[in-house]
């Protein structure tokens, strides 16, 4: 079933739930709001017409400095600045980042029968950074959570044991928002170089 | 004290403790640095709690620092077993994004480098687990064969592991010539290898026992986990990227998908020892099929090395350099302008010009430099899509997020062995203490994808 | 000083060598120096590479030291091998201090010696900030070729050393002088 | 007495040389006792428990077993050496003498003591 049908279908079940969707180089996708999250999962995994057996990715992004970084294209020395080369033009543009909230969680769902994917993205804010987890649906999505929350800080209601995954018990922070300077260490052993 | 009369107290249970041991990260029977909590009642492990991390060292945080073009060095160090099949993905994701396609020729030479890439992976994988189970003689032949193959990436890109070979739009250069007569030698002696292999451990007694049976996970569990690759078609589902979602010229090679029944140890190891002889088969077609190579195009003006034009130019010197032709090093890379049509998407602001054209003339020099200097660079529109490609573990996907900068905003990879270390406590319960070897082995877990 | 060569030039010196190595010493060395065990701490895509050199064509085992030993209680020299992430450090250091006497350290790789080029909040920048290491062997992964050089490199480092293990003062180079 | 000079000089000659190894190794290896290198190995991390205490049963069980079928076969070194000796008669004992010990093997296989479960 091509995008178009799959992001009809959707939209037809749930017309309040969802808030735009668009097919950007051929990607379904459809923006959620965040209390709709646990019923849609659950009609995609059983309804047959989606039948999106697999829950391929489960990450989120950060778009609080989305657009705001100037390249900087000018050369501090002499001081000319160089425009940089235009952006490559685009046919069909991108709808633009999805609604003011920080931080997307993003899901890719694949169907293996119908041979469709199809991208769910949730809004959170970063006031309550908190979305249903899906490890009830899909057993892969514990360990997903876990390393969103690691790395986000976003936290899944729901889950059994939301705990870090990547970094050590004693890291503070989450290094992947903006936020995070690249090479802030903080050693368990060894100098702070 | 009478023996005959015991105590009124019920004959006490023999109480047994269960014992916790750490099958840690630097464990002497594992390749790969995990650490596995295992609770174990004698030797049938009880309860385990699966550790990672280990090797986490912010790919995903880099890529936003650097421009598109370099985050190649990044990626092959994802999947550092097969590493050409990691940067094909992020190469074609980002050109999906852009929304370029590259041409006939450049498909061919990615889908051999990938197939060539998922034989050495699979070579690692099998060999070193069959060392962990005592097989050392087939560890040592399976590295020969992969040895081979080193050769020829080495051949082809210039280094042996971390190979960088692609870029957005194309590849680095051509295939070199010779490269036909020495990939069919080295595939041969591959094949020698892997029958060698075949003979000695396919119907070893010990072999057989210690992966028949252990490690055992269901279709509905392994889809429900997201596992994907040879780990998900040993359970009886074929899903192969190549075949479902297929990307460069995979539907027009015949291959067929090797599928297990059982979903053990054993069906994985038959399973990839099958996929190596498919991706064998799919360089010999690959290589029957390939569009011609190089052709000379018909060149005017004389000759002259590019350096003398450059100073020629410096010193305004025109009559000398009018209507001339600029002649770069062939060793340079980038220079071989002959070859250009065939590795590139032709976009100019994607991919680099040949050396002739940047030392040449104003165009290629200012091409050069609108895509080299910082800031500047490949610019994507804004946007965001997600690409998957079959790696040797499974669905390799690349989510990258642009927006419309020189360095991408967000680049997410999917990784394949991430969804097999999350069943890992499902393949492990309940088997003995000596299977968490083979079933860690056939997990094939590489640290660099797993923990990123 | 006649007769003595540097020691990292892989030829062995002779007796008088400015510091007192009898020639017990110089015999317990020459032992130690073809018998190496080594303990491969591997973590990443060195590991590899790693895989190559000690496997049949570019074989380690001609220079004595074939057999990899997965425990240090048995091991002489600890390759660390691969990228030392922060959670792993702890766990690398522990194993450095349970070697049995006299223990060698060589960093494999460009992420072991200086980090590499994961400069964030992830990597240990060189691990000689947390364990003390005698060859530094750079490239990302080294050729097996330099891995060869530098194993002979050790062994000539260890052909110097006496036979209780401690080292001759590392030689004055004015030039490095801060 | 004679014919037992071989075995003497083998002892003698095994003697000095694993009494070489250890005395060097104790005299010529430098010695840095520390209070991590006397804890445990396990994989780099500090162990959770030595295990001290009760043991599974199972290990017990596999334990006593080996040690019974292997005196069994020390009998048949001796037995070996003067089979020429003895005639049929030696045979049928051995026979016997086997048998016996087999009943007792087959009836631990059949109840399971050889099973880990």
Redesign the interface.
């Known amino acids: 079933m091509n995008d178009a049908f799959l992001i009809q279908a959707v939209k037809d079940r749930f017309t309040d739930g969802v808030k735009t969707s668009h097919s950007y180089r051929g990607d379904a996708t459809v923006l959620l709001g965040r209390e709709f999250l646990l019923e849609v999962a659950r009609t995609l995994k059983e309804d047959p017409i989606f039948q999106m057996n697999f829950l391929m990715d489960l990450t989120a992004v950060d778009f609080s400095t989305f657009g705001t970084k100037r390249s900087p294209a000018f050369f501090v020395n002499s001081g000319v600045a160089v425009s940089p080369s235009p952006e490559i033009p685009d046919q069909d543009p991108w709808p633009g980042p999805p609604g003011p909230a920080r931080f997307v969680v993003v899901y890719h769902f694949f169907s293996l029968p119908l041979k469709h994917r199809l991208r769910l993205e949730v809004p959170v804010e970063e006031a309550d950074a908190e979305v249903d987890s899906l490890s009830s649906l899909w057993a892969g999505a514990d360990w997903l959570e876990r390393e969103v929350w690691d790395m986000f800080g976003i936290r899944f209601r729901g889950h059994q044991n939301l705990k870090r995954i990547l970094m050590y018990e004693g890291f503070v922070g989450h290094p992947l928002r903006k936020d995070y300077p690249v090479n802030k260490r903080q050693p368990l052993i060894g100098p702070v170089n | 004290m009478d023996l005959a009369q015991t105590p009124e107290s019920p004959p006490r249970e023999p109480e047994t403790r269960e014992m916790l041991l750490n099958v840690g990260p630097a464990h002497p029977a594992m390749h790969g640095i995990i650490r596995i909590v295992t609770k174990l009642d004698g030797e049938q492990v009880v309860d385990t709690e699966v550790e990672i991390g280990y090797l986490h060292r912010g790919f995903e945080k880099m890529a936003e620092t650097v421009d598109y073009n370099g985050v190649i060095p990044y990626t092959d160090r994802l999947n550092y077993v097969s590493p050409l099949i990691n940067n094909m993905g992020y190469c074609m994701a980002v050109e999906k994004l852009l929304g370029i396609s590259v041409p006939e020729r450049c498909h061919y030479i990615r889908v051999i480098a990938s197939e060539i890439s998922r034989i050495t992976d699979h070579l690692t994988c099998v060999g070193a687990s069959a060392m962990e189970l005592g097989a050392f003689s087939v560890f040592l032949y399976m590295i020969k064969a992969r040895e081979y193959l080193w050769e020829l990436v080495e051949m082809v890109t210039g280094a042996r592991l971390t190979v960088s070979y692609c870029r957005v739009g194309g590849v680095k250069a051509d295939l070199p010539g010779g490269f036909d007569e020495r990939c069919r030698k080295a595939l041969q002696e591959t094949r020698k290898v892997l029958a060698e292999s075949d003979a000695l451990l396919t119907h070893n007694r010990i072999f057989v026992d210690r992966m028949s049976g252990t490690g055992k996970i269901s279709s509905e569990d392994a889809i429900s986990y997201g596992i994907t690759g040879p780990f998900l078609r040993a359970t009886g589902v074929d899903y192969d990227v190549r075949k479902d979602c297929p990307y460069a010229v995979y539907d027009r090679l015949q291959f067929d998908v090797p599928v297990g029944t059982r979903g053990d140890n054993y069906d994985r190891y038959l399973v990839r020892m099958e996929e190596m002889e498919q991706s064998i088969r799919i360089v010999e077609q690959a290589l029957r099929d390939i569009p011609p190579g190089p052709f000379l195009a018909h060149e005017t003006g004389r000759p002259i090395p590019a350096a003398e034009m450059v100073d020629e130019g410096k010193i305004g010197n025109i009559t000398a350099i009018v209507g001339a032709r600029a002649v770069t090093d062939p060793t340079l890379e980038g220079a071989a302008k002959s070859q250009h049509p065939n590795i590139e998407a032709g976009e100019k602001r994607v991919f680099l010009p040949a050396k002739e054209d940047t030392y040449g003339n104003i165009e290629g020099l200012m091409q050069q430099f609108k895509l080299v200097m910082y800031g500047h660079g490949i610019r994507p529109p804004k946007g965001e899509v997600y690409f998957p490609v079959e790696g040797a573990n499974g669905e390799l996907g690349f989510y990258i997020v642009s927006d419309g900068t020189s360095s991408p905003y967000r680049v997410r990879v999917r990784p394949p062995c991430f969804a097999i270390m999350s069943a890992l406590p499902k393949l492990l319960i309940g088997d003995m203490m000596a299977d968490v070897t083979p079933t860690f082995g056939s997990v094939n877990m590489i640290g660099g994808e797993l923990d990123r | 000083m006649p007769g003595t060569m540097a020691p990292w030039s892989g030829i062995e010196m002779s007796g008088e060598a400015g510091f007192l190595t009898s020639r017990l010493d110089e015999a ?1 060395g020459w032992a130690r120096k073809f018998s190496i065990f080594q303990y491969p ?5 060195c ?3 790693y ?2 050199t000690a ?3 570019y074989d380690v085992d001609r220079f004595g030291a074939g057999l990899p030993r ?4 048995q091991a002489d020299v600890l390759f660390v091998v ?2 030392i ?11 450095y ?2 070697m ?3 223990k060698w350290v060589v960093s494999f790789g460009v992420c072991t010696c200086t980090g590499g ?10 691990i000689d ?2 364990i003390p290491v005698d060859i530094y062997i750079p490239g ?2 080294p ?1 097996p070729e330099y891995v060869l050089d530098g194993l002979l490199k050790l062994q000539a480092k260890i052909q110097t050393q006496a ?4 080292r001759p003062a590392p030689e004055s180079r004015p030039e490095f002088e801060r | 007495m004679s014919e037992y000079i071989g075995i003497v000089i083998f002892f003698v000659l095994t003697g000095t040389v694993t009494g070489a190894f250890i005395v060097l190794a104790s005299v010529l290896g430098p010695k840095k006792p520390s209070a991590v290198k006397s804890e445990a190995f396990e994989c780099g991390e500090v162990p959770f428990s030595l295990p001290i205490g009760h043991v599974s049963v199972k290990f017990y069980l596999t334990a006593i077993l080996f040690i019974l079928f292997d005196v069994e076969l020390v009998f048949l070194y001796p037995w070996a050496v003067v089979y020429r000796g003895l005639g049929p008669s030696g045979l049928v004992e051995m026979v016997i003498f086997l048998g016996i010990l087999m009943a007792g093997f087959f009836y631990a296989w059949d109840n399971g003591a050889l099973e880990w479960h």
């Open positions: 317990i701490f591997v973590t990443a895509c590991g590899m590479e895989m190559a496997c049949s064509h997965f425990s240090p209680r691969g990228t992430s922060h959670k792993i450090a702890p766990v690398l250091k522990r194993i201090e349970q049995a006497e006299p080029f994961y400069d964030n909040y992830a990597t240990v920048m060189g900030t947390i990302c992964p050729r036979a209780s293990g401690e």
